[in-house]
Every structure is written in structure tokens, then in C-alpha cells.
């Protein structure tokens, strides 16, 4: 029999199966052969008994994510909100290179927009190239449209704890009742209140997970493939590479190039091009014995 992963929590593996879930342990060949099954995974189940069951295989995945966790995702919606935590652009911009580099449509969702303007961020990432979605989930605001990309797919919700990514999905999917926290004065932060990954069935036709919150993403773990690749993980940028003078260009400042006078024609906003510039900067040196 063939499931979706949903949960996978303290060892056990939760399999969902035209709406009934199994709980089920991973065989022992998973942990011999290194093999650790993710949130998304489609995989190929026993049933022990009528609740539980035992992990028999992975089937092929088409795309993985170390952070948030997930496989097989379709979207992943990157939230930001107005104030406490402010949008942070180099962040968003590792998020949408990673999503990029997996092959997965990563879509930006501005939050909290009863409490300021988004229209100058809205303006850079779809002139960069990206969907943008403004949202309210204090109001409901921008939320009905937000549906029309849920559907028919798996996607994941991230961004920095206290964007309110539980708060909309629980405005989303009322049924779901996911914890929420408020947000920490002190620290400018939200509390942790999603303490691991787990995918949901909605209405839509699809699947929708909430993530644990994080606040710093460690582009090296990607390795040498996302060095080689950084460029097209940020095509906005590489649609103006190919004029440059040398063959050899980095794209990151030197003399004539091509995307930097883009820069200074306005076809390429300036974050984004040092969003580039501080990914190239961290992974130049990256070799082969630097990584797993």
C-alpha cells in the first residue's frame, strides 16, 4: 500500500491513506542504509494492524528541503510581516534562492498589512520576477485570493517566528486550530510555538504544512552544487549574465558588467544584486572537503 507522510515525530512516521492515518516505525534497513524519511515522502506501507503499520520503502522524490524538513513540495510560501520581525530581504532572498535550486515555486506572502503599506516590497520582488501575495490575517485581507495558489498542491509555510505563518493558517483552515504565540517585545521575535513539521489536508485538494520558525539559514549545508548553481537561483540576475565581457565573470562587481549596468539601469533592483553578492561572497571558498 502507498501513503503520504505527514508527521514524523520521536521515531514514528505517520502515513496518511485516503484520509485514515497509520502509525508506523521505519524498518531497520532505513537507519543501516543512512535513509531518514521526510515529511512529504510518498511511501510504500504495511499495516500491522488496523491503526499501525511498518515503513517499507521511499518512493522517488522529486525534491527535498533540509529546512524547513519537507519533500515533494510544489510551493513554498515565504512569509514576512510588517514590524517585529520587519522584512529582512537577504533572508528572503536565501529562501527563494533555495526554493529555486530545489525546483519549487517559492511565493512571497507579506503579512500583517493592516498595520503598514507593503508597496515598495511588493514592487521590488515582482519586478524581480515573483508572485506576491499582501495579507492580513488579523483582517482577512488578500486572504481569498491567497486560496487560489493552495490548490491542487503540496506547499509549506516559512519565515521568521512571529510572521504569523500559524495565525493564517488557522484563518485559512479554521479546523486545524495550530497553536499560536504572541510575540516577544524583548527579543523582536515570536516564541516557537511549531515544534515540528507536519503536512495537512485541506478542502483545496492538496496539502499545507507549518513549519518550525527559524531565523538564520545555513547556505554552505547546500554544498558545491548550490555554489555552482547560485546564479541561475537568481534568474532576475542571470538574464542579463550572458553579455558580459568575460566568460569568466563573477557577476559580483568587476569591470563592464553586464549585470551590474542592469543594476544601474533599473531592470535589476540593487538588494537583490547584493543578495547575490553576499551568497557569492560566503560560498566562494567552499570546496568539496568543506561539505558532506
Not at 27 to 46: A, E, I, K, M
Not at 120 to 138: D, I, K, M, N
Not at 172 to 199: D, I, M, Q, W
Not at 226 to 251: I, N, Q, V, W
Request: aromatic residues 10%; hydrophobic residues 35%.
Amino acid at each position: 500500500m502507498t501513503g503520504i507522510l505527514v508527521k514524523a515525530i520521536a521515531g514514528f512516521y505517520y502515513v496518511e491513506d485516503n484520509g485514515v492515518r497509520y502509525e508506523c516505525k521505519a524498518r531497520g534497513s532505513f537507519r543501516n542504509n543512512g535513509v531518514t524519511p521526510l515529511v512529504g515522502d510518498r511511501v510504500v506501507y504495511s499495516l500491522s494492524d488496523a491503526t499501525h503499520g511498518v515503513l517499507e520503502e521511499i518512493l522517488p522524490r522529486h525534491n527535498a528541503m533540509d529546512r524547513p524538513a519537507l519533500a515533494n513540495l510544489d510551493r513554498l510560501f515565504i512569509l514576512s510581516s510588517f514590524t517585529t520581525p520587519a522584512p529582512n530581504a537577504l533572508l528572503i532572498d536565501q529562501m527563494t534562492a533555495v526554493a529555486l535550486f530545489h525546483g519549487i515555486e517559492p511565493i512571497l506572502v507579506f503579512n500583517k498589512c493592516d498595520l503598514g503599506s507593503f508597496e515598495e516590497w511588493s514592487r521590488l520582488y515582482r519586478h524581480a520576477g515573483f508572485t506576491v501575495l499582501v495579507v492580513s490575517a488579523a483582517t482577512g485581507e488578500g486572504v481569498e485570493a491567497f486560496k487560489t495558489y493552495l490548490s491542487g498542491c503540496v506547499s509549506a509555510f516559512t519565515g521568521n517566528s512571529g510572521v504569523g505563518k500559524s495565525s493564517l493558517l488557522n484563518l485559512l483552515f479554521p479546523n486545524l486550530s495550530l497553536a499560536t504565540g504572541e510575540v516577544s517585545e524583548k527579543l523582536g521575535r515570536g516564541r516557537h510555538t511549531t515544534r515540528h513539521t507536519e503536512l495537512f489536508s485541506h478542502p483545496f485538494g492538496g496539502y499545507i504544512a507549518d513549519t518550525p520558525g527559524f531565523s538564520t539559514l545555513d547556505s554552505v549545508s547546500l554544498g558545491l552544487p548550490f555554489k555552482e548553481r547560485l546564479l541561475s537561483c537568481f534568474p532576475d540576475l542571470e538574464a542579463h549574465a550572458d553579455t558580459c565581457r568575460f566568460t569568466s565573470c563573477t557577476h559580483t562587481g568587476e569591470k563592464g558588467c553586464a549585470v551590474e549596468q542592469a543594476v544601474r539601469d533599473g531592470m535589476v533592483e540593487p538588494s537583490r544584486w547584493q543578495s547575490y553578492r553576499n551568497l557569492y561572497h560566503e560560498l566562494k571558498d567552499l570546496r568539496p572537503w568543506n561539505t558532506k
